[in-house]
């Protein structure tokens, strides 16, 4: 067997071709990789519906979005919070707004990740229609916490604690439309 010998100038150049292809394939690669992590997050929604406790008519929605990504640290998980009047609402005289989230806490095990929220929001008791003068200020708090499997990437919903409300008598909230 014979073998070629390559001159030494030549070699300096095959190495550094192969270096280039190698750190070329990474380059590559680890965008795919990012946006397979990316694509591993996903939005979860923990909604309620203030409304009457009587006849169980809701008078809008409350949207507490929270973009789960389990492969990432749970206090780093981005955060939003909605709400939205309906016409029910608007024709009784009441209004949502103020909606916040906050993260209470994060942490994670061998097998999980997750974060305690704590949303509120405020109901305002107003001129039906108008939405002008307002007479009455009411907030609510709802806490929930938020479970994601490292392995499998499922997300739960916990709902914790009492929600704490300033709501009368005769308002429920909802947590099904």
């Known amino acids: 067997m014979t073998s070629a010998r390559i001159p030494k100038n030549h070699r300096t150049l095959a190495i550094t071709a192969v270096a280039g292809v190698l750190a070329g394939?990474?380059?590559?690669l680890?965008?795919?990789?990012?946006?397979?992590?990316?694509?591993?997050c996903k939005p979860q929604h923990v909604k309620v519906?203030?409304?009457?406790g009587l006849t169980?008519?809701?008078?809008?929605?409350?949207?507490?979005?929270?973009?789960v990504c389990p492969k990432e640290d749970a206090a780093g998980w981005d955060t939003n919070a909605t709400a939205a009047t309906n016409n029910t609402g608007t024709s009784a005289g009441y209004l949502l707004k103020s909606a916040s989230l906050k993260t209470l806490a994060a942490g994670e095990n061998n097998n999980n990740?997750?974060?305690?929220?704590?949303?509120?929001?405020?109901l305002k008791d107003?001129?039906?229609y108008v939405e002008w003068p307002c007479t009455?200020?009411?907030?609510?708090?709802?806490?929930?916490?938020?479970?994601?499997?490292?392995?499998?990437?499922?997300?739960?919903?916990v709902y914790g604690?009492?929600?704490e409300s300033t709501m009368p008598r005769g308002l429920a909230l909802y947590r099904t439309p």
């Open 25 to 28: 394939a990474v380059a590559v």
């Open 30 to 40: 680890s965008p795919a990789h990012a946006t397979q992590e990316a694509a591993s």
């Open 49 to 52: 519906f203030p409304g009457d």
């Open 56 to 67: 169980h008519v809701r008078y809008g929605e409350v949207d507490f979005e929270v973009t």
């Open 113 to 122: 990740r997750n974060a305690t929220y704590m949303g509120s929001f405020v």
């Open 126 to 128: 107003c001129v039906p």
């Open 136 to 157: 009455r200020t009411y907030k609510v708090e709802v806490g929930f916490a938020l479970l994601a499997d490292k392995k499998s990437g499922k997300v739960r919903v």
């Open 161 to 163: 604690g009492p929600v």
